[in-house]
């Protein structure tokens, strides 16, 4: 049996938005070091900042896909502020 590889550790990806040349870039790093400045990859500039995302859980993980539209983004499955 092969081991498995290095890079088969789950790591989020983040945005970023460079505040020089406006654009949105996405980085894989570890949570600890999400809000550590990104380098832009348009610019090269060290002038961004860490967006708010999505979340997306991985299909069988056991619990609700916020992301997908299906469920109105509400943790009770409706597009409410939660007043079950």
């Given amino acids: 049996m092969t081991s498995p590889a290095r890079y088969a550790v789950a790591m989020p990806v983040y945005e970023y ?3 020089d040349c406006r654009s949105v ?3 894989l790093r570890p949570m600890a070091e999400r809000e ?5 990859p348009m610019c090269e500039s ?3 900042m860490p967006l708010v995302s ?3 859980l991985r299909a069988g993980s056991g619990a609700a ?3 997908s539209g299906s469920g109105g983004g509400c943790a009770c499955g409706g597009a ?3 007043a079950n």
């Avoid at 550590?36 to 832009?40: G, M, N, Y």
């Fill in 65 to 67: 896909d916020f992301a």
């Fill in 25 to 27: 870039f996405e980085v």
């Fill in 36 to 40: 550590l400045t990104a380098v832009c």
């Fill in 54 to 56: 999505r979340v997306a």
């Fill in 80 to 82: 409410c502020s939660c």
């Fill in 46 to 48: 060290r002038s961004s």
């Fill in 17 to 19: 938005f460079c505040q």
